[in-house]
């Protein structure tokens, strides 16, 4: 689904739909995960893995994250999210050149501590430029152990956000993503500018912006209550620290399904 996102005001900002993936996840902070920094970003479309997060077997809690490195390089990095009683994410990882292969570690906020994983057993995933490993209708198992000699673990450093936008509300459905290049006045939007979605009043999901290579993204999970529903966006602008109304397409809301 190829669609674009217009600022209503003077100073436009275009969020172009680059593809719209159902899946299942909850919406995501605005924030991204500490203790593990900023991510390296390299001149290729970011790789996303969609994924089920789990502690010691049990489902991940809303304050734990997820960071993807490449050697000691961070690579990306999202918090926990929950659906229908399960712990997900989606994690946009930046890649150099054509593929790179990567290590996942989660922050277990409970704890407060920084815990070695694995995908799908794996302690280490080839991730590809514009490639996606999991879906929503098969995501992939990010697995952690606090038990010494498992996983391991390091301190980490807890983390608050939700400026600009509130918390989004969720609702038991299968929520919907969508992967979009930010743009403003034609160019590139900049790291620390935020999307987020809105059904009515209801912020539904937000997502960070990521440049790689000089082009901005972003990855909006979007929490959907029925069949269909009429989402709208907003962009925080944040050199401006100003909301911005936007538009897809010439039309100001989109119609989103789980």
């Known amino acids: 689904v190829n669609a674009q996102i217009n600022h209503l005001r003077a100073a ?92 996942l570690k989660v922050y277990n906020a409970g704890t407060n501590t920084v815990l070695l994983a694995t995908l799908g057993g794996a302690a280490s995933v080839t991730v590809t430029a514009a490639g996606t490993i999991g879906s929503g209708a098969s995501p992939g198992l990010i697995a952690a152990s606090t038990t010494p ?57 937000k997502g960070v912006v990521v440049v790689s290579g000089g082009v901005a993204y972003t990855a909006i999970n979007i929490n959907v209550s029925q069949a269909s529903e009429d989402a709208s966006f907003k962009i925080w602008d944040n050199s401006a620290s100003s909301k911005l109304d936007a538009y897809i397409d010439g039309v100001q809301t989109v119609a989103i399904t789980p």
Do not use: C, H
Not at 14 to 36: D, M, N, R, Y
């Open 149 to 205: 000699g498992e996983t391991g673990g390091e301190t980490g450093t807890p983390e608050t956000d939700g400026f600009p936008f509130a918390d989004p509300v969720q609702y038991p459905q299968i929520p919907t993503v969508v992967l979009a290049k930010v743009q403003i006045n034609g160019q590139a939007a900049a790291d620390g500018d935020l999307v987020a979605a809105y059904v009515g009043d209801e912020v539904r999901g």
């Open 12 to 103: 436009a900002k275009w969020l172009w739909t680059l593809s719209l993936l159902a899946f299942w996840l909850g919406v995501s902070s605005s924030g991204q995960a500490q203790p593990f920094g900023t991510p390296v970003k390299y001149p290729s479309i970011p790789g996303l893995i969609i994924a089920e997060v789990q502690v010691d077997g049990q489902s991940a809690s809303m304050q734990d994250s997820v960071a993807a490195f490449v050697g000691g390089e961070l690579r990306g990095k999202a918090k926990v999210v929950y659906s229908q009683g399960k712990a997900y994410v989606a994690l946009m990882v930046n890649v150099d050149g054509v593929s790179n292969t990567v290590t």
